[in-house]
């Protein structure tokens, strides 16, 4: 790598952070550094005029302080240039991270997260609050805030469904509405299964020896775990049931009715509607009948609960929060270890912390459940079943049914 190339790559790493004062001030400290040529090389990569760079070269020389940026330039100083975009509009990032709020999608595997709308969506968005931002500006504002556009290209390949944009509208405002009159919002999902012994997994540990691990072999597995988890958003806090059975719609309601009874309606007592959120397949599917037959059984009719079931599109279930704010730090907690057993899988799920406060529960659930159940025409319209006038494939509502 070239003189240039390194300096341009801590150019591009520091600028973003850097008002434009103490961007002159860096770059003149790499220009005397390099030495005779360093003005014009700097010059070249940050745009900053040569004039300006000689006078802080100068000036550096002068002071001999290792505390440069505290220089202040003279008034009318070519290069002191103009605030920056949060520095004269301090309300513009709450109102970037606001809007991001029902942008985010995240890697449920590791730790990347990335956003939705594109650079010139998010800043014609902000201008239409007030806030007139570039798209260069939104763009340093989001790397300040760890996210990046460039993951979300790959993850979107492939054709998007018409519907898209306006079922997660929908879902934002569903969530708005629900959070605001303190009534639980859920995200689920069923994570990957994963197999239970002494066997390889991805990540690294800081070990004097590596693990040693068992060949990949399914067949000698002492079971695969199926997790299941619920993450209250409100609450900041995620509920893992972890099944050796099938991932039928019987065990993701067997999940919630378990949440429901222990958790839910102890922290919403007063409570009588529930909004979950959820993928469009396995085992809690749209189109899933037994999913609805046993939603409608077990937990309205059993608890006099109205259920409110929002699925999100075909291909975007990176953007349920259970799998970026539950499901990918348990992943990482674990990262590297195999898991020898059952016990040592609930007590990872049960470590994961995050610096937002995150708490994680588990549970082991060792029941049956068998594949291949069927609901008739008869039954299905038997449901207190009323789809949303909006996307009614994906949004629908369950109430409890007058017993008998």
Known sequence: MTKKSEVLRRWQLVSPYLHR???????????????????????????????TL???????KLTGTAHAGSLVPPKGCVGSGRKLTEVNNPEIEPALQQMLLEE?????????????????????????????????????????????????????????????????????ALKA????????????????????????????????????????????AQCVAVPFGIYDLA???????????????????NCLVHWWKVHGRTAYAHADRVLILADGGGGNGYNLRTWKKDLQDKLCDAFGLTVTLSHYPTGCSKWNPVEYRLFSHISMNWAGQPL???????????????????????????????KGRKVTERQLKELALSAHDICPRWNYNLSSRPPG
Not at 21 to 50: D, F, H, R, Y
Not at 54 to 60: D, I, S, V
Not at 121 to 137: F, M, V
């Open 177 to 220: 509405q629900f959070l605001g009159e303190n009534l639980p919002v859920i995200s689920i999902d069923t994570k990957k299964k994963e197999l239970i012994g002494n066997y390889r997994r991805e990540g690294k540990t800081w070990r004097r020896q590596p693990l040693e691990v068992e060949s990949y072999f399914a067949s000698y």
């Open 54 to 60: 000689t006078k802080w070269t100068y000036r550096l």
């Open 21 to 51: 004062k103490q961007q002159t001030v860096w770059a003149a400290a790499e220009a005397e550094v390099i030495g005779p040529s360093g003005c014009l090389m700097l010059a070249n990569v940050t745009g900053i005029s040569i004039p």
């Open 340 to 370: 020898r057993n059952l016990d040592v899988m609930l007590a990872f799920i049960r470590g994961t912390t995050t610096t937002t406060g995150l708490k994680v529960e588990a549970y082991l659930d060792q029941g049956i459940y068998r």
């Open 235 to 253: 609450q900041n806090v995620g509920y893992v049931t972890v099944g050796i059975s099938h991932n039928t719609a019987e065990f993701a309601v």
């Open 104 to 172: 985010i999608a995240g890697d449920p595997m590791g730790p990347q997260t990335w956003v939705r709308s594109s650079l010139r969506n998010l800043s014609k968005r902000l201008g239409d609050q007030g806030h007139q931002a570039c798209t260069h500006t939104v763009a340093r504002l989001l790397r300040k805030m760890g996210y990046s556009l460039q993951v979300a290209k790959k993850k979107q390949a492939g054709a998007q469904h018409p519907d898209r944009d306006e079922q997660f509208k929908y879902i934002a």
